[in-house]
Protein backbone atom coordinates (compact mmCIF):
# COMPACT_ATOMS: atom_id res chain seq x y z
CA UNK A 1 0.00 0.00 0.00
CA UNK A 2 1.30 3.46 -1.02
CA UNK A 3 0.77 6.21 1.69
CA UNK A 4 1.21 9.67 1.02
CA UNK A 5 1.10 12.28 4.20
CA UNK A 6 1.00 15.95 3.64
CA UNK A 7 1.57 18.54 6.87
CA UNK A 8 -1.03 21.43 6.69
CA UNK A 9 1.21 23.12 9.72
CA UNK A 10 0.83 23.22 13.23
CA UNK A 11 -0.35 18.62 13.85
CA UNK A 12 -2.64 18.80 11.20
CA UNK A 13 -1.90 16.08 8.79
CA UNK A 14 -3.64 14.66 5.32
CA UNK A 15 -3.01 10.74 4.64
CA UNK A 16 -3.75 9.85 1.22
CA UNK A 17 -4.25 5.65 1.33
CA UNK A 18 -5.71 4.05 -2.01
CA UNK A 19 -9.59 4.68 -2.13
CA UNK A 20 -10.04 6.93 1.09
CA UNK A 21 -8.07 9.95 2.50
CA UNK A 22 -7.91 10.97 6.34
CA UNK A 23 -7.57 13.92 8.21
CA UNK A 24 -6.10 14.19 11.25
CA UNK A 25 -6.71 17.34 13.93
CA UNK A 26 -7.56 19.87 11.82
CA UNK A 27 -6.94 23.12 12.59
CA UNK A 28 -6.92 25.42 9.45
CA UNK A 29 -8.96 28.51 9.82
CA UNK A 30 -7.03 29.61 12.32
CA UNK A 31 -3.77 28.43 11.53
CA UNK A 32 -1.51 31.35 10.30
CA UNK A 33 0.65 28.17 8.50
CA UNK A 34 -2.23 26.65 6.92
CA UNK A 35 -1.74 26.37 3.22
CA UNK A 36 -5.68 25.64 2.75
CA UNK A 37 -8.64 26.21 4.43
CA UNK A 38 -11.60 23.67 5.65
CA UNK A 39 -13.75 24.08 2.59
CA UNK A 40 -10.51 23.01 0.12
CA UNK A 41 -10.49 19.66 2.13
CA UNK A 42 -11.92 16.63 1.07
CA UNK A 43 -11.61 13.74 3.66
CA UNK A 44 -12.98 10.62 4.11
CA UNK A 45 -12.21 9.94 7.97
CA UNK A 46 -11.16 12.55 10.36
CA UNK A 47 -8.92 11.58 13.21
CA UNK A 48 -8.97 14.06 16.49
CA UNK A 49 -6.73 13.72 19.02
CA UNK A 50 -7.83 15.99 21.84
CA UNK A 51 -10.79 18.86 22.25
CA UNK A 52 -8.23 22.08 21.80
CA UNK A 53 -9.09 24.08 19.70
CA UNK A 54 -6.20 23.91 17.89
CA UNK A 55 -6.85 20.11 17.68
CA UNK A 56 -10.73 19.59 17.31
CA UNK A 57 -10.60 22.59 14.73
CA UNK A 58 -12.35 22.47 11.81
CA UNK A 59 -13.46 18.88 12.05
CA UNK A 60 -17.26 19.89 12.61
CA UNK A 61 -17.56 22.09 9.88
CA UNK A 62 -15.49 19.38 7.78
CA UNK A 63 -17.56 16.42 8.51
CA UNK A 64 -20.72 18.54 8.01
CA UNK A 65 -19.82 19.71 4.28
CA UNK A 66 -17.91 16.04 3.53
CA UNK A 67 -19.63 13.31 5.67
CA UNK A 68 -16.44 12.68 6.76
CA UNK A 69 -16.45 10.18 9.79
CA UNK A 70 -15.38 11.52 12.75
CA UNK A 71 -13.02 8.94 15.10
CA UNK A 72 -11.74 10.38 18.45
CA UNK A 73 -12.47 9.45 21.91
CA UNK A 74 -15.81 8.93 23.66
CA UNK A 75 -16.67 12.69 24.51
CA UNK A 76 -15.61 13.93 21.91
CA UNK A 77 -17.33 11.88 18.99
CA UNK A 78 -20.61 12.13 20.95
CA UNK A 79 -20.04 15.81 20.53
CA UNK A 80 -19.08 15.63 17.07
CA UNK A 81 -22.78 13.48 16.98
CA UNK A 82 -24.54 16.05 19.08
CA UNK A 83 -23.35 18.36 15.86
CA UNK A 84 -24.88 16.21 13.63
CA UNK A 85 -21.81 14.47 12.00
CA UNK A 86 -21.21 11.00 11.71
CA UNK A 87 -18.60 9.77 15.04
CA UNK A 88 -17.09 6.48 15.65
CA UNK A 89 -16.14 6.53 19.52
CA UNK A 90 -12.42 4.90 21.02
CA UNK A 91 -10.62 5.14 23.82
CA UNK A 92 -6.90 4.63 25.14
CA UNK A 93 -5.72 1.45 24.23
CA UNK A 94 -8.26 0.70 22.04
CA UNK A 95 -8.39 -0.45 18.19
CA UNK A 96 -11.01 -1.00 15.72
CA UNK A 97 -10.83 -1.77 11.91
CA UNK A 98 -12.14 0.97 9.77
CA UNK A 99 -11.49 0.19 5.57
CA UNK A 100 -8.39 2.22 5.41
CA UNK A 101 -6.86 -0.03 8.02
CA UNK A 102 -6.81 0.10 11.94
CA UNK A 103 -6.69 3.00 14.55
CA UNK A 104 -5.82 3.04 17.83
CA UNK A 105 -5.69 4.83 20.60
CA UNK A 106 -2.16 5.59 22.37
CA UNK A 107 -1.76 7.34 25.37
CA UNK A 108 -0.69 11.32 25.47
CA UNK A 109 0.47 13.39 28.67
CA UNK A 110 -1.48 16.52 28.26
CA UNK A 111 -4.88 18.57 29.04
CA UNK A 112 -7.49 18.58 27.12
CA UNK A 113 -10.90 20.32 26.87
CA UNK A 114 -13.42 21.44 24.61
CA UNK A 115 -12.74 25.03 23.19
CA UNK A 116 -15.52 26.17 25.82
CA UNK A 117 -13.92 24.67 28.76
CA UNK A 118 -15.82 21.62 28.91
CA UNK A 119 -14.29 17.99 29.35
CA UNK A 120 -13.21 16.43 26.50
CA UNK A 121 -11.96 13.72 27.66
CA UNK A 122 -8.54 11.87 27.77
CA UNK A 123 -6.06 12.76 25.15
CA UNK A 124 -4.59 10.31 22.72
CA UNK A 125 -2.33 9.78 19.89
CA UNK A 126 -2.41 7.31 16.91
CA UNK A 127 -1.04 4.31 15.98
CA UNK A 128 -2.27 4.05 12.34
CA UNK A 129 -1.36 0.57 10.48
CA UNK A 130 -2.11 1.20 6.92
CA UNK A 131 -1.37 -2.38 5.61
CA UNK A 132 1.86 -3.09 6.05
CA UNK A 133 2.95 0.59 6.87
CA UNK A 134 2.66 1.79 10.94
CA UNK A 135 2.22 5.43 11.65
CA UNK A 136 2.69 6.58 15.22
CA UNK A 137 1.11 10.46 15.29
CA UNK A 138 1.86 11.37 18.83
CA UNK A 139 -0.13 14.82 18.93
CA UNK A 140 0.41 17.11 21.85
CA UNK A 141 2.31 14.64 24.26
CA UNK A 142 5.16 15.30 26.57
CA UNK A 143 7.57 12.45 26.41
CA UNK A 144 7.19 9.44 28.41
CA UNK A 145 8.81 6.00 28.56
CA UNK A 146 6.09 3.86 27.31
CA UNK A 147 6.68 5.36 23.95
CA UNK A 148 9.14 2.00 24.01
CA UNK A 149 6.03 0.11 23.73
CA UNK A 150 4.39 1.72 21.04
CA UNK A 151 8.15 1.33 19.16
CA UNK A 152 8.32 -2.59 19.48
CA UNK A 153 4.95 -2.33 16.94
CA UNK A 154 7.97 -1.53 14.37
CA UNK A 155 7.11 2.19 13.40
CA UNK A 156 7.85 3.16 10.10
CA UNK A 157 6.77 7.38 10.62
CA UNK A 158 6.31 8.66 13.96
CA UNK A 159 5.10 11.98 13.92
CA UNK A 160 6.47 14.29 16.93
CA UNK A 161 5.78 17.64 18.20
CA UNK A 162 9.13 19.60 18.43
CA UNK A 163 7.52 23.20 19.90
CA UNK A 164 8.53 22.66 23.58
CA UNK A 165 5.80 24.78 25.88
CA UNK A 166 2.95 22.69 25.13
CA UNK A 167 4.53 19.92 24.06
CA UNK A 168 8.04 17.62 23.86
CA UNK A 169 10.76 19.93 23.06
CA UNK A 170 13.27 19.11 20.69
CA UNK A 171 15.51 17.39 23.10
CA UNK A 172 12.66 15.21 24.55
CA UNK A 173 11.71 14.27 20.81
CA UNK A 174 15.22 13.19 20.50
CA UNK A 175 15.03 11.08 23.44
CA UNK A 176 11.28 9.86 22.12
CA UNK A 177 13.12 8.36 19.09
CA UNK A 178 15.35 6.78 20.85
CA UNK A 179 12.75 4.93 22.74
CA UNK A 180 10.42 4.69 19.64
CA UNK A 181 12.97 3.63 17.11
CA UNK A 182 11.01 4.88 13.75
CA UNK A 183 12.20 4.45 10.55
CA UNK A 184 11.55 8.11 9.61
CA UNK A 185 10.67 10.75 12.07
CA UNK A 186 8.69 13.98 10.90
CA UNK A 187 8.15 17.16 13.38
CA UNK A 188 5.41 18.67 13.49
CA UNK A 189 3.46 21.53 16.00
CA UNK A 190 5.96 24.11 15.72
CA UNK A 191 6.53 27.68 14.26
CA UNK A 192 2.88 27.87 14.08
CA UNK A 193 3.15 30.49 17.19
CA UNK A 194 6.10 32.62 18.52
CA UNK A 195 5.87 30.70 21.52
CA UNK A 196 6.84 27.15 19.86
CA UNK A 197 9.37 28.56 17.42
CA UNK A 198 11.95 25.68 16.38
CA UNK A 199 14.31 24.94 13.80
CA UNK A 200 13.56 21.82 12.63
CA UNK A 201 16.96 21.78 10.70
CA UNK A 202 18.64 21.59 14.03
CA UNK A 203 16.49 18.99 15.29
CA UNK A 204 17.17 16.83 12.26
CA UNK A 205 20.97 17.18 12.47
CA UNK A 206 20.95 16.23 16.28
CA UNK A 207 18.96 13.08 15.50
CA UNK A 208 21.15 12.44 12.44
CA UNK A 209 24.29 12.63 15.27
CA UNK A 210 22.39 10.52 17.94
CA UNK A 211 19.81 8.22 15.80
CA UNK A 212 21.85 7.69 12.51
CA UNK A 213 19.73 5.24 11.41
CA UNK A 214 16.99 7.27 11.19
CA UNK A 215 15.62 9.58 8.49
CA UNK A 216 14.28 13.01 9.52
CA UNK A 217 11.99 14.79 6.95
CA UNK A 218 11.30 18.48 7.78
CA UNK A 219 8.58 19.38 5.90
CA UNK A 220 7.13 22.84 5.12
CA UNK A 221 3.24 23.10 5.78
CA UNK A 222 2.22 22.11 2.11
CA UNK A 223 4.87 19.44 1.58
CA UNK A 224 4.26 15.65 1.24
CA UNK A 225 6.45 12.68 1.97
CA UNK A 226 5.66 9.08 0.82
CA UNK A 227 5.93 5.54 2.32
Known amino acids: MSVKLTWYG ?16 PYLA ?12 KPDYILVSHGHGDHLGDTVAIATRTGALVIANYEIASYCQGQGCKAHPLHIGGSREFP ?8 AHHGSSFPDGR ?11 LGKIKIYDAADTGLFYDMKLIGEEGIDVALLPIGDNFTMG ?11 KPKVVIPMHYNTFEMI ?13 ELPRVKVVPLKPGESFSV
Open 10 to 25: HACWSIEVPKATILID
Open 30 to 41: GNPTAPVTPDQV
Open 100 to 107: FGRVKLTI
Open 119 to 129: YAGNPCGFLLT
Open 170 to 180: PADAVRAAKLI
Open 197 to 209: SQDAKSFAARVKK
